[in-house]
């Protein structure tokens, strides 16, 4: 896509000092613990792989993949499990590591079927809130960037499984 047909949201500066800050957050909530982060797969893996070498606490990862999208901009509403984790969350100390909030939809059904696994505590980072599209009440323990409701690609982000690699947010300016 050429770059007339798209403009950028947020900078890829931007983004990283937001990311520190994240981190200094998260490094002071769990100074002590093993954290367990939980990459929402696809589209977290760039914002996870820059939150964790901010953080200086013990830390696991593992992934799930979800999906309520499709090759559609909006959400179906319909959420499945993709990937599931390989291990237990039982007594652990876990935070969800997600791309976007958007309707809620998504993140309030995994919040709530790991919480039902047993772990010590769960909370949620996201890189983007997009409080205007909410369906269902959902607030993120940490949030990066609160958005207008426009769908954007980049930095993991994606539209039809293309823009994840671009290094900024860019809105796609038909949508």
Do not use: W
């Not at 982060?37 to 901010?54: E, T």
């Amino acid at each position: 896509m050429s770059e007339e047909k798209m403009e950028v949201m947020l900078a890829s500066e931007d983004i990283q000092k937001r990311i520190i800050e994240l981190a200094n957050s998260i490094n002071d909530d769990y100074k002590g613990k093993k954290l367990l982060l939980i990459g929402v797969l696809k589209g977290a893996v760039v914002f996870l792989s820059d939150l964790i070498r901010q953080l200086n606490i013990p830390l696991e990862i593992d992934f799930m993949a979800v999906s309520s999208y499709g090759a559609d901009t909006t959400s179906s509403g319909v959420v499945r499990i993709q990937k599931d984790l390989e291990q237990s969350i039982k007594d652990k100390d876990v935070l969800i590591v997600e791309d976007i909030v958007d309707t809620g939809l998504t993140l309030s059904y995994l919040f709530d079927n790991l919480a039902s696994r047993g772990p010590s505590s769960i909370k949620v980072v996201t890189l983007l809130d997009k409080p205007d599209r909410r369906q269902v009440e959902f607030n993120p323990d940490y949030c990066g960037f609160v958005i207008p409701d426009r769908f954007v690609i980049g930095y993991g982000l994606d539209f039809d499984e293309n823009y994840r690699q671009l290094p900024d947010i860019c809105v796609l300016k038909q949508h």
